[in-house]
């Protein structure tokens, strides 16, 4: 079936660079998006990956890649305010809507 | 103000009741989603509408209903409420074009069924 795969829960320190992984068993989809989603918050957008390769933005990247079925987000320089859930989302070829992951929960610890 | 308002933020009903969970935008999207969220179970699309006159069932649609009243708002109703639909749930927007790229949500409505 069309589905997204997370580790439930990264634990990392402060400082360090963390990735989380996100993998799928289709490759018929329109690129991947990552998530943030504090406790009590709404999902907020963080990065999106329409081609294979690096995309970065500040601290985040994200990265895509369609041969091997996976793709990831990468925190570097963590703070305590990273601590949050991930998510990764696809639009899968045939469906109209994103699919989300179940979510990684990151905790920062000082 | 927010974008996507979701009103209420929080609510406690009975179990048989009819409760309606409201949602509007001022972002001009004119795509629109209900989701659902349940902890490790992500978020899950119940129904979404692409227009006024466009409404799809999503993965979880049983037991839910919708009604797209404008462009800016997007209803959600549980016809006779259940205790397995407590959850939290989002209504989320994105434009045409640019719907795998960023969606919006609104602060999510924390539904308990008893």
């Known amino acids: 079936g069309q589905s997204l795969e997370q580790p439930s829960e990264v634990t990392a320190v402060e400082g360090a660079i963390v990735q989380i992984n996100c993998t799928y068993q289709?490759?018929?989809?329109?690129?991947l998006s990552w998530y943030q989603q504090h406790d009590g918050g709404a999902p907020t957008f963080l990065s999106y990956?329409?081609?294979?390769g690096l995309e970065e933005t500040g601290r985040f990247s994200s990265f895509l890649s369609r041969s091997d079925s996976y793709g990831y987000l990468l925190l570097q320089e963590l703070q305590m305010k990273d601590s949050a859930s991930y998510f990764c989302a696809v639009r899968f070829k045939g469906r109209r809507a994103l699919t989300f992951g179940s979510g990684t929960r990151l905790q920062v610890q000082p | 103000d927010a974008d996507v308002t979701q009103t209420p933020r929080n609510r406690i009903t009975k179990t048989g009741k009819r409760i309606m969970l409201e949602c509007s935008q001022t972002k001009g999207h004119d795509r629109m989603y209900w989701y659902r969220q349940d902890p490790g179970l992500g978020l899950r699309l119940i129904y979404y509408s692409f227009d006024v006159k466009d409404i799809n069932k999503g993965e979880i649609s049983d037991g839910y209903s919708v009604s797209r009243q404008a462009q800016a708002k997007f209803s959600l109703s549980l016809e006779s409420a259940i205790p397995n639909q407590t959850a939290l749930y989002f209504c989320a927007t994105s434009q045409s074009g640019q719907g795998e790229t960023e969606a919006f949500f609104g602060q999510g409505t924390r539904l308990t069924v008893v």
């Open positions: 990956n329409a081609l294979d």
């Open positions: 289709t490759s018929g989809f329109y690129g």
